[in-house]
């Protein structure tokens, strides 16, 4: 059982209060690509189907954050701690002024006027988990099946799963009808390095001009290496993924980082970008033209 692993009732904090201020000065419309926002209960009770209790991690503690980052672009993933009711995410869209914008967890037999409303309201995908720690996982036929449907609504569809699923995986989801992002570097461990199956396999469906991959999770994949190596294996891995699909890599600190073995440092992590991405070109596709672009984020 990890640290960060509690009793379902007990509230578990997962984020720093002070993050360390990063050295790096991101670009103008730099986008956090991946985050949560749980709570308040009061107004967006959790699940309770969850596993565990998270600490209350509001929008306005998110917003401060990317002020203290230099972040103005944000999708913000619904949680399986609030489950499939999404209002926490449109909440937060809605005080964004347009820099903030929302995927969804769903039902695969969601109405449509459910998706086209969730698409008017600024959700951009739907995202899926095949994770053996969450319950209530779907069947990848059925997911298949709600594409065409995305389709319609303008919408992508995320999935998240554990490295060795992908060699399971990755043909079906190539019959998707709509683009789809990979969470998470695939949950590839790095400490087996880039010549791994699961990092192979990984690489092999990127070839899939369809497929795009979010390079967060250094954190995740690389969690157990010493403080003065920290991520190092994770961050190898992310600089391989932004040079070889420069245009279909987006990047996220998976803020509050729910469900983890250690509470990672938001600011050492974007710090690390300047590793994962190391010039201006690379940088300015991972942070603001490739998220502009799949997004779909207005001009401001």
Not at 84 to 113: C, F, K, Q, S, W
Not at 194 to 212: C, G, P, R, T, V
Request: proline content about 7%.
């Amino acid at each position: 059982m990890s640290a960060l692993t509690s009793d379902s009732a007990i509230p578990v904090r997962t984020y720093l209060e002070h993050p360390t201020a990063p050295k790096l000065r991101l670009p103008p419309q730099a986008c956090d690509s991946h985050v949560h926002v749980l709570g308040p209960v009061a107004r967006f009770p959790y699940n309770p189907q969850r596993r565990a209790t998270p600490v209350e991690a509001p929008k306005e503690t998110l917003f401060a954050l990317h002020r203290q980052m230099g972040i103005e672009r944000c999708v913000i993933v619904q949680s399986i701690t609030h489950g499939t009711d999404n209002r926490v995410v449109e909440d937060a869209i809605a005080a964004g002024d347009g820099r903030y914008l929302g995927v969804a967890l769903v039902d695969p037999d969601i109405p449509d006027t459910e998706l086209q409303r969730l698409a008017q309201v600024g959700f951009r995908g739907v995202r899926f988990n095949f994770m053996r720690h969450i319950d209530g996982g779907v069947s990848v036929d059925k997911v298949l099946a709600l594409t065409p449907r995305l389709a319609a609504a303008g919408m992508h569809l995320q999935v998240h799963f554990e490295s060795e699923l992908i060699h399971e995986l990755s043909e079906p989801l190539q019959r998707s009808h709509v683009p789809v992002v990979i969470d998470h570097m695939g949950r590839v461990d790095a400490t087996r390095g880039a010549s791994h199956a699961d990092f192979q396999a990984l690489l092999k469906l990127l070839d899939n001009s369809q497929f795009y991959v979010k390079v967060s999770g250094i954190d995740r994949i690389d969690a157990n290496a010493p403080p003065q190596q920290r991520y190092r294996n994770g961050i190898a891995l992310a600089r391989i993924l932004v040079e070889r699909f420069p245009e279909r890599c987006v990047w996220g600190t998976d803020w509050p980082h729910p469900n983890h073995t250690h509470i990672p440092d938001d600011g050492v992590l974007v710090d690390a970008l300047s590793e994962i991405a190391n010039n201006s070109n690379l940088l300015e596709h991972l942070l603001v033209k490739n998220p502009r672009a799949l997004y779909r984020f207005e001009a401001h």
